[in-house]
């Protein structure tokens, strides 16, 4: 109010006369010029802000052309090179690999872990080491299932799982078993490989069949891979692999830099034999000193609480040695409802090589 009170005396002392009023009219435009330049200042500051950050950004950041390499296989079959449609393809996908940096470099930390579990597999059953690459394009080395119901890290369907003996049911289902279901792809290659003798095509095959894949190299006339035109997903697969072989095999090429402790370790178990019925698992891994995740993650070819088994089966389950253990006090009486059959069916396997997962743990 007080200052309300001196703005009009000051405002009635300019008024009295035209010097007061000229002088009122000066001492306004004057504090509007003060205003504007302070408000030009202002946006001034911010544009020149503006413009540094986004020099900041051009000069730490940017999208690199990928030179191809000079020559490039898959199983030891060249691709061939100065091909203008073949190069366009593998360098679509070594630019869509190289620069979707948190899914590849994801590849890098699950190979770290999965890879000596596959690498072995392959080589006893003499497919070559680098279908290794290949769950990485079918499922991101994960347990997915896809919208046409192929499932596990290496996308089985049902059919094709139960064709080569693993168990498919609502209970257990063992294309989730990273070992088992390697050595079904293994002899599914085996399959194509008597059928194409070219690694190439098998793994083509893999992707459209081995029917497709007989039916288009029939009508186009064709031998190999790289003359055919097929669908798109079928078109692109090999080039995956070339490109993922590729990336992780010069990661530093591409930009991927990492240190071993940055990678998924491989993990130390325990096997636990078991040949009768588990009627509630979460009771089982109280047992282990472990809880019901630990079973379902470390086991995931698990599909429900309980472990059905009339046909007393020996299953094999995974323990983690260490880095999993729940503490807590066990209660004796938990014991009672495990199994259906004496406790004692249940044995620690003590055949396992360098105490990490590998073949011999689920044969």
């Known amino acids: 109010m007080r200052n309300s009170k001196q703005a009009e005396r000051l405002i009635g002392y300019f008024a009295k006369s035209d010097k007061n009023r000229k002088r009122l009219i000066s001492f306004i435009g004057l504090g509007l010029l003060l205003v504007i330049f302070r408000l030009f200042s202002f946006s001034s500051a911010q544009l020149e802000e503006k413009i540094d950050f986004h020099k900041q950004f051009i000069d730490d950041y940017g999208i690199y052309a990928l030179d191809l390499p000079n020559q490039i296989d898959f199983c030891g079959e060249k691709m061939p090179m100065n091909d203008l449609n073949l190069e366009e393809r593998l360098d679509k996908e070594l630019l869509s690999n190289t620069y979707f940096q948190s899914n590849t470099m994801l590849y890098f930390k699950k190979a770290s872990r999965w ?3 596959i690498e072995p597999i392959l080589k006893e059953n003499g497919i070559p080491d680098d279908f290794k690459y290949l769950p990485l394009v ?5 347990n997915v299932v896809s919208p046409a119901g192929a ?13 080569f003996n693993l168990e498919v049911n609502d209970v257990v289902d063992e294309r989730y078993n990273m070992v088992l279901s390697t050595r079904a792809a293994c002899r599914y290659l085996k399959n194509s490989y008597a059928e194409f003798n070219n690694w190439t095509l098998c793994a083509a095959a893999y992707n459209m069949g081995i029917d497709g894949i007989k039916k288009q190299l029939k009508r186009q006339k064709a031998t190999n891979y790289y003359d055919l035109y097929l669908n798109s997903e079928t078109s692109r697969y090999v080039f995956r692999l070339l490109a993922i ?3 992780m095999t010069n990661p530093e090429n591409y930009g991927y830099h990492f240190r071993e402790e940055h990678l998924y370790p491989k993990i130390k178990y325990s096997t636990l034999m078991v040949d009768t019925p588990i009627n509630n698992i979460a009771e089982f891994a109280k047992t282990q000193n472990v809880n019901y995740r630990i079973i379902k993650i470390h086991n995931p070819w698990l599909r429900k ?3 059905t088994n009339k046909t007393r089966k020996n299953y094999k389950i995974l323990v983690p040695d260490s880095g999993y253990y729940v503490i807590e006090t066990l209660e004796h009486d938990s014991q009672n409802t495990l199994l259906s059959n004496d406790s004692s069916q249940i044995r620690k396997n003590i055949v396992i090589t360098n ?3 590998d073949s011999s743990q689920a044969k």
């Open 115 to 117: 890879f000596p579990v």
């Open 138 to 142: 079918e499922s991101n080395l994960s």
């Open 151 to 163: 499932t596990g890290y290496w996308q089985l369907m049902k059919s094709t799982a139960k064709q």
């Open 245 to 247: 072989k590729e990336i």
């Open 305 to 307: 609480n309980y472990l």
């Open 355 to 357: 105490d990490t997962l």
